[in-house]
Structure formats: structure tokens, C-alpha cells
């Protein structure tokens, strides 16, 4: 329901009440979800603009020149509120928003990733939703033939009562042919195209900006869309078969607020009039509300002259869709809604899209970091305890259910970064955050996922080209939320404009709360970062090779996977220098190091397990530090001979090989052999299979 001050606003402004169709459009695009109340100020301060950026936020995607003949649309999305009510299908129907918005711009979605965050996995609930997510992901992208190559987990108490799942997707299309979202001129047709409308996801976009309540899986079920995947491949394919055509001036995709939201934010540029009657229908007995803000799935709107609206319907058919001219541009800044002949919607376009006021929001600064306090158990069971825990441990029985290798660009998935083939160079991803760290120091831990994604792609050489981000918050009407958002938003910010790398596009979802477990999230800025770098796989160390830790460890355990099973504390990481992102990228292009990673969630003992599980390490400082810490903006290497680091500041550590993973520590000796490892490892794949 449309706000009383909101509403009696617009009834001053119009001068009279509203129809049932205006309330609504208002409604939804006057929500957090669409018209970013809270946050729109705040994202003005990110840097956006770079060299290789051809177009940047305020579109369904940005694109990011990747060569003279190829660029990049990116695009990242969040599902959240749909994916606790109804997993699958709330986690599929994100993959095909995430995909239908690169689509819109010409492009064909090559990739997607999915940063993911639950509740812990000893819950029978948490496990239904994660299994549920996760197949709704795989079945959706499979079906359509796009890649999840790379994604995050991250498993907290905060989770419980409200999951995230946020999508990002990468397409391909030539710099000069990328077609946008705004219309061109007046006289245009609106041709819808894909799926008959129907009465799913009504109200998804006030839906999504709104808290969950106890009962919302029943009373929120019919906002959730419901997905057709086989539709959507057809939808990709004539879509571009249509932009092929080089008539198509401006196409949107239908997501939130459904043919409201993408006909009058495309149409804004100039006026729109809109026959709802025309519009091709799935139910019979609809009205002009329902028609309008309906968020059935699959549907683009196209805007071409009227001269090519046949040959539109042409292509659309030939893919065996539906299709409906339902509209043509005006001259006049007026949205228009008819209905068998009766105007049910009048506005003035300025005050639907862009018009709703903006929300201060008083911020209170707190203070969470603990005191440090030395867990008792051995160092060998913590060590199993942080390799059990599901932020580490392997995530085959995810990864299993993605097809990765389809359109057959993958050159490697795992580990620090993905990397595919893109024309004769390396596109290299990487995802994610650390929102316990965010949580202790929001600026501090949202500057450092910057680092911790630019690192993932040193380790293959690359240069990041770009970030997108999805700020992922608890309700901002309480100060503290609005103050992690804030220094989220400047630690974004500072941390881009510090390493160059424009922030060209992103996703708000607030309100991720929970009355049924009286949680709310930690704060989740979720970012996905692209790069760009020679072709190369990601490779183990071999037997024999040096292991070189680059970077300055501290005792930095607050936010850590080592506080998360033990409740240790201690000093959270602070704000990381980037200069050894650098070096290590010089070093793996260079060839002077034979692998690279970096040191993240479970610190050293979580890289040595996954980058070198049969070596001889020696550790001379607090073993606890040495392990567990997770200071940012660090790297383990390998190396055949120690004078290729010539001029790097490093410290040699141990020899890759032997029967099991020896550390030498002050105090004594550890080993953990390679199945007391596995078992560890396993524990996530063993929870979700049985």
C-alpha cells in the first residue's frame, strides 16, 4: 500500500485522488527497490567513469569495452525476499532478470556468477533454502545455456530468517552495436515480447522493500514470479535476432513494477501511451492493475518505428513467441494508461519515474570489535575446525550441478578467479565479500573486498576493468543500518577511486530482516568484479617449489573463520595497502612465480589446504596468528628458485611436497594428513548429500 504521506503528497500535486492503476504504479516505482529513497545520494559519490567505460549506471546494464571489436554488458541483481518464499523458483526467476537486463542491451549473456549467504547449515530450514537456491540457479542457467562459473557461500546466524541471493551476469556485444533502455523519438511502437502476462509476482517490487514477517510464506507467495527457462532461451535468441536487424531503437527488460516500471522508465525521455487491453494475457478476467503491474516472467519490450513493428512480430514468431504492439512514444511528458477505451492512467512522467522524495536517514556509529580471547583447543583441531567450516570447506556439491563448460569458453572455474577465453584474451571474474569483517568495520571491510577482488584476479595476471556491486542491508530507518550503509558506500568508493576501477553499475536491497527469527542481516556488499588478462589456467604448486608468503601477516582474527567457530574476537583487518595486488600481478605475468593465491577466509591454513596440502611449512610466530589471521591484501606463492623475488618483500615458509601438510610451530609440531584433510574439507559436500 502506497505510504499516507506519499499519497497525500501526490493528491496535492495532482489535485485530485488517484486511480486504482496510479496508486499502484506509485506504489511500486516509488519503492526502496526501484526509486532508491535511501541510498540514491549516497551512490552519487562512487566513481563511475574510467576509460574503457562506454556506459555506466542508470541503464538495465553497463558496458565496458573489452577490445576494439568486443565489449562487455555487466549487470548484478539481488533475489532476496523471493528466494526465502519460494527458493527455486525466487533463485531462478533471478538468474533470468540478471540475464534478460544484459539482453536488453543487445548483448549475449556469456556468464553469470551468484554470491550466496545462509543461515548455518545445521539448520533443517537453512538447508531446504540452500538446496532449493542452488537448483533453481543450475536448472535456470543450464536450461538457457549460460555458464555459473564462479560464485561465493558465506554461512552466519544473520541469514537465517532472510537468505541473499544475488546474481551477476556478463554478456558479449560489439562496442558500436549496444543498443540502451531510454526511447529515441516520438512516433515510436511499443512492441511487447515473450510470455503471456500474467497474475505472478504481483507487488514483487513494494514486495522486496518491505521486511519478511512470519507468515510470509504464505501470505507473500503469489509476489514471487514463477520462471520458464525453455521461454527465455527463445527470448535470448530473438532478441537478438532482432537487434541484429539494426531497427530496434530501445528495448527494456520486465522486472520489477512489470509493464509499469520498464514502459514508463524507458519511455521517460519523452511520454508514453500504453493500450493495456492489447497486451497479450495468460489469465482471462484481468484488469488494468494487474495487467500493468504484473511481474510475470520472459518479457521484453522493444521500441522500433511503426514501419518495423511487422517484422518484429515476424521474428518473434519464428521463435514461437507471443507478441503485441501495445504502445507508441508521445511527444508530451505524460504516461498513459488505457484500457478498452477508458484513460486509467494520466501522470505526468517527471513525477512516476524519478519523482519520489528522498529519504534522509539519521546515522548512529557503533562499536562491535571484541577483545581478543585465545581459544584453548590444540592448534591442530582449530586448524580442522576452520577447514570444516562451510566458508571454506569445498563446495563440490554446488559446483557439481553447474554446467560450466557450455558455449565452451571456460578455461578454469576454481579457486581464486574464473577465466574464459574472450576472443584471443582472458576475461577473469571474481565475487564476493566478508560481511563478519564488514559487520566489525563496514568501511574498512567493504574497502577491503575491493582488495580481496582485485586479488583473486592478480593471482591470474589480469587488470580489473570494472565492479559491480549489490548493497545488501537491513532496514535503514534504524541509524546504525544507515551508518554501516554509509561507510560501506565510502569504503566502496575510496577503495574504487584508489585502484581506478570505475563502479559501473549495482543493486540496492534493504529491508533483509527477519520477524521470525528477529534478525537482520550483517551488512553484505556483495561486489562482482571483471578483469581483463592473458590467457592462462590457474595451477597447483609443484613438489619442490618454494612457498613465499608476500604481504605483512597481523593478528587480525575479529570477522575471521577462526572467531566464527570459536567467538575469539580480536582486532578486525584494517584498511589494506593494494600495493601488493600490484606486485603479485607483475609477478604471475612475468612468470617469476609458477602460482599465486591470496590470503582470505580461513587465512593460511585454508590457502596451504587448497594450494599446497602436502608440503613442509616452518612458522616462527604466534601459530594462532600465523594459521588464522586473515589481514588482507596478502599472497601465498610458489616458486622454483627465491632470487626470482629479487626486490619483493617476502618470507619464505616451507617446500611443497611429503606425505601430508607439516607445520613447524613454535611450541611443536603439527601434521594433518591428507585424510584427516579431506574429511575436513568434505564436511559441506557430506551435510547436503545425506
Known amino acids: 500500500m502506497l505510504p499516507a504521506q506519499d499519497l497525500a503528497m501526490l493528491q496535492r500535486t495532482l489535485g485530485r485522488d488517484l486511480t486504482d492503476v496510479e496508486a499502484a504504479c506509485f506504489e511500486n516505482l516509488w519503492s526502496e527497490h526501484c526509486s532508491y529513497r535511501s541510498t540514491k545520494v549516497l551512490l552519487k559519490t562512487l566513481p563511475t567513469e574510467g576509460s574503457e567505460v562506454l556506459l555506466g549506471p542508470g541503464d538495465d546494464a553497463a558496458i565496458v569495452r573489452f577490445s576494439e571489436t568486443c565489449a562487455l554488458a555487466v549487470g548484478m541483481e539481488s533475489h532476496n ?129 518491505r521486511d519478511l514477517a512470519e507468515d510470509a510464506e504464505a501470505a507473500d507467495r503469489p509476489s514471487v514470479q514463477v520462471g520458464d527457462p525453455y521461454t527465455e532461451k527463445l527470448l535470448i535468441e530473438a532478441i537478438l535476432a532482432m537487434a541484429g536487424t539494426g531497427k530496434v531503437l530501445s528495448c527494456r527488460d520486465l522486472g520489477a513494477a512489470g509493464l509499469a516500471g520498464a514502459s514508463s522508465e524507458m519511455a521517460s525521455t519523452f511520454g508514453a501511451v500504453i493500450h493495456a487491453d492489447r497486451v497479450h494475457l495468460r489469465e482471462t478476467g484481468m484488469v488494468p492493475r494487474e495487467i500493468m503491474l504484473a511481474e510475470s516472467q520472459e518479457r521484453m519490450l522493444v521500441e522500433v518505428a511503426p514501419e518495423d513493428v511487422g517484422l518484429m512480430g515476424a521474428i518473434a514468431e519464428k521463435y514461437d513467441l507471443a507478441w503485441s504492439d501495445i504502445g507508441e512514444v508521445v511527444a508530451e511528458p505524460r504516461y498513459i494508461v488505457r484500457f478498452r477505451g477508458e484513460t486509467v492512467a494520466d501522470l505526468p512522467i517527471d513525477l512516476l519515474v524519478g519523482g519520489a522524495p528522498l529519504c534522509g536517514r539519521e546515522a548512529r556509529p557503533y562499536a562491535a570489535e571484541t577483545p581478543f580471547s585465545r581459544p584453548a583447543a590444540p592448534v591442530r583441531d582449530l586448524a580442522l575446525a576452520v577447514l570444516a567450516h562451510p566458508d571454506v570447506a ?166 575471521s573463520v577462526l572467531d566464527a567457530v570459536t567467538g575469539c574476537g580480536g582486532p578486525t583487518p584494517a584498511l589494506a595497502d593494494p600495493a601488493a595486488v600490484g606486485v603479485v600481478r607483475e609477478l604471475v605475468r612475468d612468470r617469476r612465480v609458477t602460482a599465486a593465491t591470496d590470503l582470505s577466509r580461513g587465512g593460511l591454513i585454508a590457502a596451504l589446504a587448497k594450494f599446497a596440502p602436502r608440503a613442509d611449512v616452518t612458522l616462527p610466530g604466534d601459530p594462532l596468528a600465523e594459521l588464522f589471521s586473515e589481514t588482507c591484501g596478502r599472497f601465498l606463492v610458489a616458486v622454483r628458485d627465491e632470487n626470482a623475488l629479487a626486490g619483493v618483500e617476502h618470507r619464505t615458509i616451507g617446500t611443497v611436497g611429503g606425505d601430508a601438510l607439516v607445520l613447524r610451530l613454535e611450541g611443536g609440531t603439527v601434521a594433518i594428513t591428507p585424510e584427516e584433510m579431506e574429511t575436513a574439507l568434505s564436511a559441506t559436500t557430506r551435510l547436503m548429500r545425506y
Open 81 to 209: 525476499h523471493p528466494s526465502y518464499v519460494d527458493p527455486y523458483d525466487g533463485a531462478a526467476t533471478g538468474v533470468g532478470g540478471i540475464v534478460r537486463d544484459v539482453l536488453s542491451m543487445g548483448a549475449r549473456p556469456i556468464a553469470l556468477m551468484d554470491p550466496l549467504y545462509f543461515g548455518p547449515l545445521e539448520s533443517e530450514k537453512n538447508r531446504y533454502l540452500f538446496e532449493h537456491v542452488v537448483a533453481g540457479i543450475a536448472d535456470y542457467g543450464n536450461c538457457i545455456g549460460v555458464p555459473v562459473v564462479r560464485g561465493e557461500l558465506t554461512f552466519d546466524p544473520s541469514y537465517s530468517g532472510n537468505p541473499l541471493v544475488n546474481v551477476v551476469c556478463v554478456g558479449v556485444v560489439r562496442p558500436d552495436r549496444y543498443i540502451t533502455a531510454r526511447v529515441k523519438k516520438p512516433g515510436s511502437s511499443l512492441v511487447l515480447v515473450g510470455s503471456p502476462t500474467g497474475r505472478d509476482g504481483l507487488g514483487g517490487a513494494s514486495f522486496a522493500s
Open 394 to 559: 569445498r563446495k563440490d556439491w554446488v559446483y557439481e550441478q553447474y554446467d560450466k563448460e557450455v558455449q565452451l569458453r571456460t578455461v578454469s572455474f576454481q579457486h581464486d578467479a574464473a577465466v574464459l577465453r574472450l576472443e584471443d584474451k582472458a576475461l577473469v571474474l571474481s565475487c564476493g565479500c566478508n560481511p563478519r569483517q564488514i559487520y566489525l568495520k563496514p568501511y574498512e571491510g567493504t574497502a577491503n573486498a575491493v582488495v580481496e577482488n582485485a586479488s583473486n584476479l592478480a593471482c591470474l595476471g589480469a587488470d580489473p576493468l570494472c565492479i559491480v556491486d549489490c548493497l545488501n542491508f537491513a532496514s535503514p530507518e534504524d541509524p546504525e543500518v544507515a551508518w554501516q550503509l554509509e561507510e560501506a558506500v565510502r569504503g566502496l568508493g575510496d577503495a574504487a577511486r584508489g585502484m581506478g576501477i570505475p563502479v559501473v553499475g549495482g543493486n540496492v536491497s534493504l529491508y533483509n530482516e527477519s520477524d521470525e527469527f528477529g534478525t537482520a542481516i550483517k551488512p553484505t556488499p556483495s561486489l562482482g568484479m571483471l578483469g581483463r588478462g592473458e590467457v592462462r589456467e590457474w595451477t597447483a604448486p609443484q613438489s619442490g617449489e618454494k612457498l613465499v608468503l608476500v604481504g605483512r601477516t597481523l593478528p587480525d582474527f575479529g570477522g
